[in-house]
């Protein structure tokens, strides 16, 4: 079996003020103090965990998190683009606030994200394209490390595209994203290819 222990990074300040980060990668998208604590606090909960590989995307955000985890693991990590976070397009960097009051017709009215497809029509992905991107990788994985555990950091919407994936469920704004440093736990077994979602969103509480 191929295990993924999917982590999505600590706080950043974009969280905080309700910014559309997708695959920005500024000030505003860097760690805040809660952010860098919530991450140490990760690393030393996974601690007792055997890790083959740590892969993450290379946005600013998502090394910090990583950094944080490897000065608890003796691993050296990688880092692959087909990890980042989805493309926002036009709303990348925008007011997530004021994007919705313009088009609450685009926007789920309980949880607050954008519809499946919305993105896709403002200049950025759908949930099928990040599953495509993520599903090669994925693949890759699973042929050359048919074995191995790999911790993943990523982000919010692409683990949660990658979860539906495993789910073959179809796209859906009624499953939430991931907290900031919580674990996703997935397994795919190379022999059969069956897929399967361990666990969802499981976190350190961080006082």
């Given at each position: 079996?191929?295990?993924?222990?999917?982590?999505?990074?600590g706080?950043?300040?974009?969280?905080?003020?309700?910014i559309?980060q997708?695959?920005?990668?500024?000030t505003?998208t860097?760690?805040?103090?809660?952010?860098?604590q919530q991450?140490e606090?990760l690393?030393?909960w996974?601690?007792?965990?055997?890790y083959?590989q740590?892969i993450?995307s290379?946005?600013?955000?998502?090394?910090q998190?990583?950094a944080?985890?490897?000065?608890?693991m003796?691993?050296t990590?990688s880092?692959?683009?087909?990890?980042?976070?989805?493309?926002?397009?036009?709303w990348?960097?925008?007011?997530?606030?004021a994007?919705?009051?313009?088009?609450?017709?685009?926007?789920d009215?309980v949880t607050?994200?954008?519809?499946?497809?919305?993105?896709?029509?403002?200049?950025?992905e759908s949930?099928?394209a990040?599953?495509h991107?993520v599903g090669?990788?994925l693949?890759?994985?699973v042929v050359?490390?048919p074995?191995?555990?790999i911790l993943v950091?990523?982000?919010g919407?692409?683990?949660?595209?990658?979860?539906?994936?495993m789910?073959?469920?179809?796209?859906?704004?009624?499953?939430?994203?991931?907290?900031?440093?919580?674990?996703?736990?997935?397994v795919?077994?190379p022999a059969?290819?069956h897929?399967?979602?361990?666990f969802y969103?499981?976190?350190?509480?961080l006082?």
């Amino acid at each position: 079996m191929t295990t993924f222990d999917w982590v999505r990074h600590g706080q950043t300040q974009a969280n905080v003020d309700q910014i559309m980060q997708g695959q920005l990668d500024t000030t505003a998208t860097h760690l805040t103090v809660r952010g860098l604590q919530q991450a140490e606090h990760l690393a030393q909960w996974l601690h007792g965990e055997h890790y083959n590989q740590l892969i993450s995307s290379p946005l600013h955000r998502t090394r910090q998190t990583t950094a944080a985890l490897t000065t608890m693991m003796a691993l050296t990590p990688s880092f692959d683009d087909r990890l980042m976070e989805a493309d926002y397009g036009d709303w990348t960097g925008k007011s997530l606030l004021a994007v919705s009051e313009q088009r609450p017709q685009d926007f789920d009215a309980v949880t607050g994200e954008a519809l499946p497809d919305v993105l896709a029509s403002v200049g950025g992905e759908s949930y099928l394209a990040i599953q495509h991107r993520v599903g090669q990788w994925l693949a890759e994985q699973v042929v050359d490390h048919p074995d191995d555990h790999i911790l993943v950091v990523s982000h919010g919407l692409t683990i949660k595209a990658t979860a539906l994936l495993m789910l073959a469920a179809p796209a859906t704004t009624a499953l939430p994203e991931p907290t900031n440093t919580s674990v996703t736990r997935m397994v795919i077994d190379p022999a059969t290819g069956h897929r399967y979602l361990k666990f969802y969103s499981v976190s350190p509480q961080l006082n």
